[in-house]
């Protein structure tokens, strides 16, 4: 059960809570949440990455803050994870720090920003939309770096890997 797996994300070993962290995801239970949260700090970082991902799978709106901060982790793929994170749940309040990781200095990191942006759009409100269109030169240059371009992902729009940039209107 979910309680019983949550429990053992208490675990002295990185390895049980990691697989925890990973079978809680699978399960893709709400409920997993706030354990799951918690272990975004864990000290081990299969763990931490694990947790984003099952996070990620509860489909859980509550999991936006904590996600949001992995995106000041130290750890670029762990920031890159989030980013793609918060991309998949679709949350608004992940706006402003995936305009904001748009400046990381992992180049993966700013592509999975632009990438969880433009998943966003689609999803937001006129006014975020605009919000989004206003970072265009951002998101399409992303420190020199070209990182989008059309595709049937994402209303038209994926993140690609550098090779040339069509951003039309969202």
């Not at 942006?117 to 030169?137: D, H």
């Not at 209303?155 to 090779?163: A, E, L, N, P, T």
Request: with cysteine.
């Amino acid at each position: 059960s979910v309680e019983l797996l949550q429990e053992a994300l208490g675990d002295q070993q990185d390895q049980v809570r990691a697989t925890v962290a990973n079978a809680l995801g699978r399960i893709a239970d709400p409920l997993a949440s706030e354990a799951l949260s918690a272990a975004l700090h864990d000290s081990s970082w299969a763990v931490r990455m694990n947790a984003v991902q099952a996070l990620v799978n509860t489909g859980d709106a509550r999991a936006t803050e904590p996600l949001v901060g992995v995106l000041k982790d130290q750890d670029n793929t762990l920031r890159r994870n989030a980013a793609d994170a918060l991309g998949t749940i679709g949350d608004e309040h992940a706006l402003d720090p995936l305009l904001e990781a748009l400046k990381d200095e992992d180049r993966q990191v700013r592509q999975s920003a632009a990438y969880a942006l433009l998943r966003l759009a689609p999803k937001m409100s006129e006014n975020v939309r605009s919000r989004i269109l206003a970072q265009r030169s951002a998101i399409t240059t992303s420190h020199d770096d070209r990182v989008i371009s059309t595709s049937s992902d994402c209303g038209g729009y994926h993140v690609d890997s550098g090779i040339g940039v069509d951003f039309p209107d969202l």
